[in-house]
């Protein structure tokens, strides 16, 4: 099993190292170069595009900051829609405003 972790920020870093700090096969993307170069310290494999972690993950984490961005991960031209060959379990996770 390998695990697609998209979203590095305040949550997404910290759960991704518990990740690797388990043993699991994890390849990361960001927009975000910092958060990228912290995981590369610890080993984690680094997806340059969606494309290529979607061509490489048994499962995907979203870990984004909320419902427009995941909908733009997920379903935009260079989204993961339209990456997978294969059908991915996801996990999405993502703050919102309460009302």
């Known amino acids: ?5 998209v979203g590095l920020g305040k949550m997404g870093l910290p ?3 518990r990740l690797l700090a388990a043993g699991y096969d994890l390849i990361v993307y960001d927009t975000n170069a910092e958060p990228i170069a912290k995981m590369q310290k610890h080993k984690a494999e680094v997806a340059d595009s969606l494309d290529s972690l979607a061509q490489s ?4 984490i979203l870990m984004l900051p909320n419902s427009q961005v995941v909908q733009s991960v997920i379903k935009d031209s260079y989204g993961l ?3 997978l060959t294969r059908l991915s379990p996801f996990r999405g996770c993502f703050s919102a405003k309460s009302q």
């Open 81 to 83: 829609l339209c990456s």
């Open 15 to 17: 759960m991704a190292k």
């Open 1 to 5: 099993m390998k695990i697609g972790f």
């Open 57 to 60: 993950a048994t499962h995907i």
